[in-house]
Every structure is written in structure tokens, then in C-alpha cells.
């Protein structure tokens, strides 16, 4: 796939640097910067011929970036065209910052990403990305992002959204140069990031943590072992509700117009690897319950009479597991070394980072002793064990 996305003052980047798909869940910062700095950020991109007459408004509700609606002002009133102009937070926040360390976000592989999903139209279309600086300009979508409560009524919408991106955008970015995402690297990383940081975890958790390293490692590697290489796709590794927009449905003067629908954005953890993983984000990040589950399953077209449906709700429910000891060990380190702020409400129930990380880890931990999660990674044991032991013909996991 050719994308028809600008990509200027392009400089030499390992588009596959092993960087992965962090839970995004992070703290407001201020979107309100001062004039010079926004004007510097805007002549990033070439897009416009004359600088002087764009306008802008910031947009609140930020999570680490910021965002701003543009647009070109005209004497004459004639109808404009609406962007968003993106400036990542490694660029907005101060060098110190130990951003790109806990986020490892590479800036490159997410452009090739958000262009190949314009392109497939289950995104909006990216006009421009600068790969020095990580500015992008992408077309302005008019629409109600999802939030906690309308995303309970739009599961089956995210279902079906999710798998057009899966077989759409894999194709526009798919390299065996590209390395697949591992769940149990992110897990190491922390222990890593963690210890060289000198991060306090509750001393009782620090020795489940460790429990709960060696469990992540063999389930790293049965689950590499039962998944075939050839099936991975584009993985967007941050479907939290803002991450969605339902655009209205629109009429014109000839009785056609558009339909009302979903879109994706917002691709800065996207990478490369085994699709269930973001059918685990879903039902994780929006705290599904078990029928809720099901109907977002059914809008991505699995089929609970398909013979991989067994091994598929066990590799989901580790998965899952998975994510909780990621989350509850992010919410830690960012509490500790971070300077990103907690903002009220952020998270239902808690008051700081480390609160949101450690009741992770407690539920998380807790687990651990739970017999039907046993059962489930016994069942991805007893599958690994299958798949290396010859003679075997691997049977792909494509749903």
C-alpha cells in the first residue's frame, strides 16, 4: 500500500526498533502553550503555504500530547478545512523528563501506522508527519469521542472497527523486519526500569512481582510457541474509549450523504504481533464484564463454535492477567519518577499513580491463587508442549 500521507524533513529512523505498545492511561498535562512555541511547532509541517494565516484553538482533554483544531482563515467566508495538529508530548514536555523511557513510543512506526489506517478508511486520513519532530497533521473528524458510559452501547461497533484495522492495516505495514510484540518484554522492561530507578514497590507485592515475572516468562514463551508468525497484524495496543469517535450521519441536496459511524485514532503504541492481544486491551482497558465481553467478541466475528474458540479464551484470559501486572507496575514507576500530573478523576476511586498501580497489582496478585486462571495457562502449557513436539503441522490462529 502507497499512502498518499506527507512524510517531510525525513531523517534516517529505525522504523523497527523493539519499542512497545504501553497501556496509554496517562496524566493530563496543559495544552495551553505560548504563542512562539505554537508557531514553532506549526512550521514543522509544509502543508501550508503561509503560516501567518492559520489559526487555531487548542483542545483540552489531552492525555500526554497536545492537540489543536487549525485551520486557514479566509476574507471571503468560503467553507474551511478543520485539522488536528498533534505535538507529542516528548516534544512539549522538558528533556529531563523521563518520558520516552517509561513510554517507548517510536514516533516513526506509529505515522506508518495512522497513514496505512487512513488509507484503509477505518481511520481519519493523515495529511502530514514530520519524522523530526513528531508533529502531525490529520484530518479533523466533527463527532463524539467515547467516553465510560457510550462505550458500553458501542461494543459491537468497536468489535467490527477493530477488525477491519486487524486485516485491513497489517497489509500497509507488514515487514518480517518488524520484530513481534512480546507481552513479557514489556513486563522485563519494568523489572529493569524499576531497579534502575530504584522505584518502592509494598513489600508484600514485591515478592508476588516476582512470582509473577517467572509466570509471564513461560507464558511468553508457550504463548510464541502456539502462534504463527504469519498471522500477526497491526496492533493498536491503546483502545480506551477516547481512542474512538462516532461521526453523525450527514444528508446533502441530492439524498445521499454519509452514514453514521466509528472510527479508530490515535496510534502512538501501534506495533506488530498477535491480534488477540488487542482483543484483551478492549476488554481490560474498558472493564468489560463477562456478557459484555461476548458482544464485543461477536462484533469482531468470533465464533464461540470455531474449534480454536477454546484455545482463544485461554490465551485471552492470560493475556489479560498480563495486562494487569503491566498496568500495576506503570501506575508505580510513573507515580514515583514521572512528573505528569494526577488529575481528578482520571481513575475511578483513587488519588495518585501509585494508588492506580498498586490496587492493579493487588487484584492482579490475587490471581495468581485463582484455580480457573491456573486452568487457563495450563491450557496454554499443554498447547505449546503440542506445538513443538513433532511431527506437528502448525494450524493458524487466524480467526
Known amino acids: ?163 477491519q484495522f486487524h486485516d485491513k492495516v497489517a497489509i500497509g505495514i507488514q515487514s518480517s523486519s518488524i520484530p513481534l510484540y512480546t507481552p513479557y518484554y514489556r513486563i522485563a522492561n519494568y523489572f529493569e526500569l524499576a531497579d534502575e530507578m530504584k522505584v518502592d514497590f509494598p513489600p ?64 502512538e503504541y501501534c506495533h506488530f504481533g498477535d491480534r488477540v492481544w488487542d482483543l484483551a486491551n478492549v476488554i481490560v482497558f474498558n472493564g468489560l464484564n463477562p456478557e459484555q465481553a461476548q458482544v464485543f467478541l461477536a462484533g469482531y466475528n468470533v465464533d464461540p463454535a470455531d474449534k480454536r474458540y477454546e484455545l482463544l479464551t485461554a490465551k485471552l484470559e492470560v493475556m489479560q492477567w498480563m495486562y494487569g501486572v503491566m498496568e500495576g507496575m506503570w501506575g508505580v514507576i510513573q507515580h514515583q519518577v514521572s512528573d505528569l500530573p494526577f488529575e481528578a478523576g482520571w481513575a475511578e476511586g483513587v488519588s495518585s499513580f501509585h494508588e492506580y498501580g498498586v490496587q492493579h497489582l493487588e487484584r492482579t496478585m490475587r490471581k495468581l491463587s485463582d484455580p480457573v486462571l491456573a486452568g487457563y495457562m495450563q491450557r496454554i502449557r499443554e498447547a505449546a508442549v503440542a506445538a513443538i513436539s513433532p511431527p506437528h503441522e502448525h494450524v493458524s490462529d487466524e480467526l
Request: hydrophobic letters at 40%.
Open 204 to 267: 508484600a507485592l514485591e515478592i508476588q512481582l516476582r512470582e509473577a515475572r517467572l509466570q509471564a516468562r513461560q507464558l511468553d514463551n508457550d504463548l510464541a510457541a502456539i502462534f504463527n508468525p504469519r498471522d500477526a497484524v497491526a496492533l493498536h495496543c491503546d483502545l480506551i474509549p477516547g481512542n474512538f469517535i462516532r461521526t453523525p450521519a450527514v444528508s446533502d441536496d441530492v439524498g445521499g450523504g454519509t452514514k453514521s459511524r466509528l472510527w479508530l485514532f490515535d496510534f
Open 1 to 163: 500500500m502507497v499512502s498518499s500521507a506527507k512524510f517531510s524533513d525525513t531523517t534516517t529512523m529505525n522504523v523497527f526498533q523493539t519499542y512497545l505498545c504501553l497501556p496509554l492511561f496517562l496524566a493530563m498535562v496543559s495544552s495551553s502553550p505560548d504563542q512562539e512555541s505554537y508557531n514553532t511547532w506549526l512550521r514543522h509541517l509544509s502543508h501550508f503555504s503561509d503560516a501567518d494565516k492559520v489559526q487555531s484553538r487548542s483542545i483540552s482533554g489531552g492525555l500526554s500530547n497536545r492537540n489543536f483544531q487549525i485551520f486557514e482563515s479566509d476574507p471571503e467566508n468560503a467553507p474551511r478545512t478543520f485539522y488536528i495538529m498533534r505535538v507529542p508530548g516528548d516534544l512539549t514536555l522538558a528533556p529531563e523528563h523521563n518520558y520516552s523511557r517509561i513510554h517507548l513510543i517510536n514516533r516513526s512506526m506509529e505515522a506508518r501506522c495512522a497513514a496505512a489506517a487512513g488509507e484503509s478508511g477505518v481511520a481519519p486520513t493523515l495529511i502530514e508527519y514530520n519524522s523530526t519532530s513528531g508533529v502531525m497533521l490529520t484530518q479533523w473528524l466533527e463527532g463524539d469521542v467515547l467516553n465510560g458510559d457510550t462505550v458500553i452501547g458501542e461494543l459491537g461497533a468497536i468489535g467490527g472497527i477493530l477488525r
